[in-house]
């Protein structure tokens, strides 16, 4: 089975920046999506960016522009660059890997934007 973890959450001030990884260990199909979803307080878990094993990508329109998703195969990472970063982006951030039928997530990054 696949393991999924994440690291770079933290606190960050209104306007900054941070960049998340998510790294896979376990035996991964050629074919698969990776990606970042986010859950705020009292909120349903929301899809932030993914990215497919070629490349090809999907934004929730909150973070087009701001946000840019972008992995390493060889090293079954995923990244999530992170800029201008509001109030409105302070959440858990949850790692997302799809492979076939199955999915798996990460144990979660606290990501806090705040003066």
């Known amino acids: 089975q696949v393991q999924l973890v994440e690291s770079g959450g933290g606190l960050v001030q209104p306007g900054g920046s941070l960049r998340l990884s998510c790294a896979a260990s376990?035996?991964?199909?050629?074919?698969?999506?990776m990606g970042w979803y986010r859950q705020a307080p009292e909120k349903s878990r929301e899809l932030v960016a993914t990215?497919?094993?070629?490349?090809?990508?999907i934004y929730a329109d909150s973070v087009k522009g701001r946000f840019t998703i972008s992995r390493d195969n060889a090293k079954n990472t995923v990244f999530l660059q992170m800029n201008s970063l509001n109030v409105g982006d302070t959440a858990v951030y949850y790692c997302?890997?799809?492979?076939?039928?199955?999915?798996?997530w990460g144990q979660g990054t606290q990501v806090t934007v705040s003066s």
């Open positions: 997302n890997l799809r492979m076939g039928f199955t999915t798996q």
């Open positions: 376990g035996s991964m199909s050629r074919f698969n999506v």
């Open positions: 990215i497919t094993t070629s490349g090809s990508t």
